[in-house]
């Protein structure tokens, strides 16, 4: 059974959405193709994609979802164990349009498909169309056998469309989500403001991930991409701990940022009341650059990528997944520090540093390009 | 894990394909969709096919493969307890191009990748590309974790290429198989022939299904498209037992290819050495001819099809899954008939039928648009 389910909400219903530090089932990825995003026909950042798929597959399984001209080669490059399964993409985003998963305490699981428009639609969208992309929440419920909520007018009870990235959003599973004003309520992003407002879009978080509070960082560190995803710049490791970006360099391009929203999330009290402890995850020493752009297609309705442009290189941008966190390496200075500070915050658990300077090329990271489905 | 297997055989590993009447795990099928082959933009197939999946869904669990062009349409038209599995298909005979399941004494189960050409290739098939329907097979096997066979010089122990549908080929489970040699043995049907001859197509069959002995029938009813595929003529329905096509009436266009088949059955040994049981089953009255063929597209690389040519409507072309008969109907007067010696056959199981008169215009019936995973 795969339904739709129309006119509750997740909350309505007795579902949340479990911290990613809480058990797995399965991570899901998306098989990237497009020569004018990635570099040299996009073969660099398929062997990227593969060693974390690898990696990821030593603590959870991992399905590929991949398209019918990439198949072949897909499944030659990838290990027997990883699952390839075919379905259309535009791009290679699963935590962006893939489903959240919302469980409840029976061992029910369902997916919240969001709608997707590719960072900002035809006002800052990244690339059009985005059809292929904003069905795939469906299509992997389906191949689960998993029901799921659609935020659109015609299934949500206060009949509102409601766009929304799963990048940009960080919860505890007890009711506490972080979240960043420059992508959700940024009136040029091209998502739900004008439409809705503030009140409207907190209401629509709380209903569809079981939340009692919000706590709002003002700015990420990708304003023209992501529009700011809270993913490369905080993410919740337990309840009422956090990790945040940090620099005390002044000079870095994310300085600023990094201050402010380490500030903020020291002075915020979660759904509970508890006050957060923060730990510290350091940035590259050295910003990253994008190289090579002459290798990536200029093609119409996608953003044109230039030499020298900067890259958003976050070691922020880690998976957790059951006992390991899978974590961006760049070749930079601070590589060991990064390594060395996901340990401190989660001890026991296995650190898999994976080289991925060429999926921060392409605009995003680990964390990015992954979703996970949790254990009921 | 879905690893291909390189170097052995089915027979060698201790793996067999099951009956049709053994137990299943799964029923798959393919959307239909092309214009070329259909009537009116398939809808009225699309139809059929739901009806069929519905019926089969009673009794074990479907999942209908769709090409991404028609998955909205698909799911919706679907009801929800059938899965929905995005997979690109050049036409919709699931029989042919996917997988035969083959499992083994320790609850294992393994598939066969036959090569498919499209019931002929550039010789004699039906349609061109038909590289889509080749990859289905490893696609399904990846889906569901199965480990796979294919039959080609790299895999094959023999070095052979094997080309085979798997509406081609009934099965005992216990050591024996029909066909025909219309099919198998035809120098012009663009499949083995005479790349390999007779005495290596037996050995293929034998090695793949693990079998001791195969039973040769002359001709099937059906020589243009599929070359006489014996699902249209007759099948095991138990150990020892067959059913076969029957009709007394000498103007009947399947009068002799029947009559042959029964006789051939009726004087047969299996591989046990047993004299085979063989049950009539009744023709249509009336011949089916093509209606409205103008509402079928014309297209390069796919044969015409023209008004009043005629169809292959045979009540022989039934599913057996678990504890039901999926049974064709054509709105013919011999119709009730066919369900009255169904039952006679099969005691015990329901009868589920159905009016597939659209998909026999579409050169097939229920068996050649399911394929079915055995249960281990």
Redesign the interface.
Known sequence: ????IYGSTPKQDGFRMPGEFEPQEHIFMIWPERPDNWRQGAKPAQKAFTEVAIAIAKHTPVTMLVN?SQ??NC?ARLP??I??????SDDSWCRDCGPTFVINDKGEIRGVDWIFNAWGGLVDGLYFPWA?DD?MA??IC??Q?IDSYRTDADSCPAGLDFILEGGSIHVDGEGTLITTEMCLLNPDAGRNVPNLDKEQIEMMLKEYLNLEKIIWIKDGIDPYETNGHIDDVACYIRPGEVACIWTEDPNHPFYEAAQAAYKTLSEATDAKGRKLKVYKMCMTKEPCYLKDAWSIDTATGAIPREEGEISIASYMNFLITNDAIILPQYGDENDALAVQQAQEMFPGYVIEPVMTTEVAYGGGNIHCITQQQPKV
């Open positions: 059974m795969a339904k739709r019918n198949y072949a499944r027997e164990h699952r390839v399964v075919e379905m259309s292929n069905a469906q299509k389906d191949l056998g």
